[in-house]
């Protein structure tokens, strides 16, 4: 977005350049004629009291024969004047009038080659050379009357032109204006005289057809350098962008083959976003298959006691009256039962579903501290031989874990549970082990299903180890179950304090 900006800045600034190169082009030719009108008046032997106002002393260097003058026009700070005012009637001197009639000529074959215009003027700011207004004063303009004062002046004047401009030229502000330069003739340290002169100066866009040859190859080199960039573009951003859209439609419709890498990433950057994106989407995936299959096992596990107890309803709304006591009394139960476990098993819908939406508090606790948040009830004894060890989950969900592994060790026959603790790496390390009836090898790879439990008929839901098994993930840890010669061995790994 700023290119444009600076390309108008830098064509301003040459713009304003070609002032400056006009300017000093007047100011060398107005040195030349204003040395050749001094010696001029000179040897005509024009008196001092006819002479003009005396010439200001350089203040730097007084004693230097030296007065080098620097242009100073600036198109973007200079107040561009009116056109230049009219001459006006005036009295010639004659001995002047002499002078500027031997330089006529002078003036007529310089003109020529630079295209300048030019006016000698008397002390006074009559004309007295110029192709027009010989006789008439400019002493009125305000660079004539410093130039009589024996000061340097230049300005910027609204240029009259002879034919309506190209409209390719309004862009070129320079195309609008005319330099005017007046140069003090000194002789004896008086003015002498002023030499005017003016020029349209070179405008930007007629510079620029004069080197039109090096614009066409600058084009050509921005041209290619623009499809060169466009090129890069394309291959590196636009097209794996596109591959990723068509991706991301494929995976939408349900096309799992699309959840591959791309074929091409072009950058660093695409590719990250390549495999984060792909990740998401194989992550959403195992979520969607492992919601579908949950939702299958909650179905399945709520449908049963809900058959019994409709089941178990419409009998005694059908057949109670000939029922007797016990017989009303044992479907009676069965309800109460079947109902118990549908409370049951709600409870532990919703402690799975706090347990994997978990986020991390940040706190910390020991394993004593742990343990002595465990209820008092029917329990195993414990054997614990751990140290100081720190574990990064909270004291109440470390208690839940334990808990959970507690109760499955007593109701497959555990009399002593023994938990052994250590930390190295900034890994903690918790072994929890029992002398239970342990494990069958038919069902080591499935006790983390939700709902999978070998004690149906006595209440169990088959959801403990699922909330284990969540709430250490929410706390970046695991679980898994190890060998051992007696029982069963957990092994579960946390962060360490």
Do not use: W
Request: charged share 20%; hydrophobic share 45%; glycine share 8%.
């Amino acid at each position: 977005m700023a290119l444009p900006l600076v390309g108008l800045f830098f064509f301003r600034l040459y713009e304003n350049q070609l002032i400056r190169q006009t300017e000093a082009e007047l100011i060398a030719q107005g040195a030349a004629l204003a040395a050749i009108h001094a010696q001029e008046v000179r040897d005509a032997g024009i008196p001092a009291e006819k002479l003009g106002a005396a010439v200001p002393v350089d203040s730097d260097n007084p004693d230097s024969p030296y007065r080098p003058i620097e242009p100073s026009l600036d198109l973007a700070s200079d107040r561009v004047l009116a056109t230049r005012p009219a001459a006006t009637a005036a009295t010639v001197d004659p001995a002047f009038t002499a002078i500027g009639a031997r330089l006529s000529g002078i003036l007529a074959e310089t003109q020529k080659t630079t295209l300048a215009g030019f006016r000698l003027l008397d002390p006074k700011g009559v004309v007295i050379a110029g192709r027009e207004e010989i006789g008439l004063s400019l002493g009125a303009i305000g660079e004539v009357r410093a130039a009589l004062a024996g000061r340097y002046a230049s300005a910027l004047r609204q240029r009259v032109p002879n034919q309506p401009s190209p409209s390719l030229y309004s862009v070129s502000r320079g195309t609008r204006v005319r330099v005017f330069v007046a140069m003090p003739v000194a002789v004896d340290g008086k003015v002498a005289g002023v030499v005017y002169l003016s020029r349209t100066p070179n405008n930007i866009v007629k510079h620029l057809y004069g080197e039109r040859g090096k614009v066409v190859l600058a084009a050509i080199a921005i041209l290619g350098g623009t499809l060169l960039i466009g090129l890069i573009f394309l291959r590196t951003v636009s097209r794996p962008i596109y591959a990723l859209m068509e991706r991301t439609k494929r995976i939408a419709a349900g096309d799992r083959a699309a959840i591959r890498p791309l074929d091409h990433h072009g950058t660093r950057e695409m590719a990250a976003l390549s495999d984060a994106f792909l990740d998401m989407a194989e992550k959403l995936h195992a979520r969607s298959d492992s919601i579908q299959t949950f939702a299958t096992h909650v179905s399945h596990e709520l449908k049963s006691p809900l058959t019994a107890i409709q089941g178990a309803a419409e009998l005694l709304r059908d057949s109670g009256s000939a029922m007797d006591e016990a017989e009303r009394r044992r479907f009676s139960d069965n309800i109460v039962t079947d109902a118990g476990r549908l409370n049951l098993l709600v409870r532990r819908l919703l402690d799975l579903a706090r347990a994997e939406n978990l986020a991390p508090s940040g706190e910390s606790t020991s394993l004593s501290a742990a343990l002595a948040l465990l209820p008092t009830g029917d329990r195993p004894a414990l054997r614990v031989e751990a140290g100081e060890t720190g574990l990064r989950i909270s004291a109440e969900n470390a208690a839940i874990v334990l808990a959970n592994l507690i109760d499955n060790s007593a109701r497959h026959g555990a009399t002593l549970v023994s938990i052994m603790a250590a930390s190295a790496g900034g890994k903690a390390t918790i072994q929890v082990s029992d002398d239970g009836a342990g494990i069958s090898p038919s069902n080591r790879a499935r006790i983390f299903e939700p709902f999978f439990t070998t004690r149906r008929d006595c209440g169990g839901t088959g959801m403990g180890l699922g909330i284990v098994l969540a709430l250490l993930k929410a706390h970046d840890g695991t679980i898994r179950l190890v060998d051992s010669e007696r029982g069963t061995r957990f092994e579960i790994i946390l962060p360490a304090v």
